[in-house]
């Protein structure tokens, strides 16, 4: 059975997992109206892996007995107005998920769940991956400033990027 306090974690995380799903389907939304197909295709596989993060940990809070409980989702918010700025807001979002994750783990070690900090340590990896995945693009968009032609390029290369269901714990 899992402890109460990191009971309530999980579906905190559970609940933020969720969350960067939305949010990544709506800066998708951007992208379709520039008519930028490959920047869509990856929103489109960055929205496949939260929800795998999401039903990762709603899975193994399962496994462990605990009680799931799923909160509302926000509204999911950004303001940017460009590529550029939006990429930026998406590396702010990971580094707030890189934190939570952080959270989650410190609880485990609180209660001195070492199954469960075993499994985040999998959360922990996949973090410090997709910043770096948000960062590369961050820094291609600062190279290319406006130049259209570099743009396309780039649409080009993100629309290589393919979905690989992840084997999570
Ligand atoms: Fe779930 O990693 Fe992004 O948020």
């Known amino acids: 059975m899992i402890n109460e306090k990191l009971e309530k974690e999980f579906n905190i995380q559970i609940n933020k997992e969720l969350y960067s799903e939305y949010l990544y389907l709506a800066m998708k939304t951007y992208f379709m109206e520039q008519n930028l197909m490959g920047f869509v295709n990856w929103?489109?596989?960055?929205?496949?892996?939260?929800?795998?993060?999401?039903i990762g940990m709603f899975n193994y809070l399962n496994e462990r007995g605990g009680k799931i409980e799923l909160l509302p989702i926000d509204?999911?918010?950004?303001?940017?107005?460009?590529p550029l700025e939006i990429f930026e807001e998406v590396l702010k979002h990971e580094q707030y998920v890189t934190s939570r994750i952080n959270a989650v783990y410190d609880v485990a070690e609180e209660v001195r769940d070492r199954a469960a900090m075993k499994f985040l340590d999998w959360y922990i990896d996949e973090q410090v991956e997709e910043e770096a995945s948000v960062d590369g693009v961050l820094s291609t968009l600062?190279?290319?400033?406006?130049d259209k032609n570099a743009l396309l390029l780039l649409d080009k290369d993100l629309a290589t990027?393919?979905?690989t269901a992840p084997v999570i714990g």
Do not use: C, M, N, Y
Not at 75 to 82: A, D, I, L, Q, V
Not at 142 to 146: E, N, P, T
């Open 75 to 82: 509204k999911p918010e950004f303001s940017g107005k460009t």
């Open 43 to 54: 929103f489109d596989v960055q929205v496949q892996e939260e929800h795998a993060h999401a």
């Open 142 to 146: 600062r190279l290319i400033g406006d």
């Open 161 to 163: 990027r393919v979905f």
